[in-house]
């Protein structure tokens, strides 16, 4: 079973402060990762995705890559309490995107 | 706007009735997709199709089938539902393989 591993959380950070979401997976063979936004009774939301190694840098948020560690992370700048959700990583597999079970995310005011 | 719809956004039936849960998106996207998601699971894939005629089975197929015969749908059934297969239903579809997947809504399906 190829794994995409998150700490599920919560994760508290005080309002103003960056907020680091983790990811790693086991299939080596993942070429394209994915950060989805998930509000409680809502469907996931498309943050950012990123296929090179290095960072990505899409407003407040930004994707790090690292494919020699199979490490995949997502940092929020300036965190809001709007941005309390669950954080949802995916790796595709090639034929279909492959979830880890989430972090969630608490910005406290 | 081009969307994905489900229904119906909720459903309650009882253990062993067939239960059918539509999916339709006007992206006119070739693949799409059925993730169910409970808590402690996350998001699995339960079948998956590239285009008309063709679907594929997801890592949790037992008990599901599907069935492609237009681009814009993708109905769910459930045979014979189960208590187990209680669970939050989610489409998705995306143009390329590895292009941006889109969700639905989702159902909310309880079995009794």
């Known amino acids: 079973q190829k794994e995409v591993e998150q700490n599920s959380g919560p994760l508290s950070v005080p309002e103003g402060a960056i907020a680091s979401l983790n990811c790693t997976y086991s299939?080596?063979?993942?070429?394209?990762f994915f950060w989805y936004r998930q509000y409680s009774g809502k469907s996931p939301e498309l943050i950012m995705f990123i296929y090179s190694n290095g960072d990505k840098e899409d407003g407040r948020f930004t994707a790090q890559l690292n494919k020699a560690s199979q490490y995949v992370s997502l940092l929020i700048r300036d965190s809001q309490p709007s941005d309390s959700a669950t954080y949802l990583c995916?790796?595709?597999?090639?034929?279909?995107?492959?979830f880890g079970k989430g972090t969630s995310l608490l910005v406290t005011p | 706007d081009a969307e994905i719809t489900q229904s119906p956004r909720h459903k309650i039936t009882e253990t062993g009735r067939q239960v059918t849960l539509a999916c339709h998106q006007t992206?006119?996207?070739?693949?799409m997709f059925w993730y169910r998601q409970d808590l402690g699971h996350g998001l699995r894939l339960i079948h998956y199709s590239y285009g008309v005629h063709d679907t594929n089975k997801g890592e949790v197929s037992d008990g599901y089938s599907v069935s492609r015969s237009n681009t814009e749908d993708l109905p769910l059934t459930l045979e014979s539902a189960a208590s187990s297969q209680t669970s939050v239903y989610f489409c998705?579809?995306?143009?390329?393989?590895?292009?941006?997947?889109?969700f639905g809504p989702g159902t909310r399906l309880t079995v009794l």
């Open positions: 299939d080596r063979g993942s070429q394209s």
């Open positions: 995916a790796a595709f597999t090639g034929y279909a995107l492959n």
């Open positions: 992206w006119n996207h070739n693949n």
């Open positions: 998705a579809s995306r143009q390329g393989r590895a292009d941006t997947q889109y």
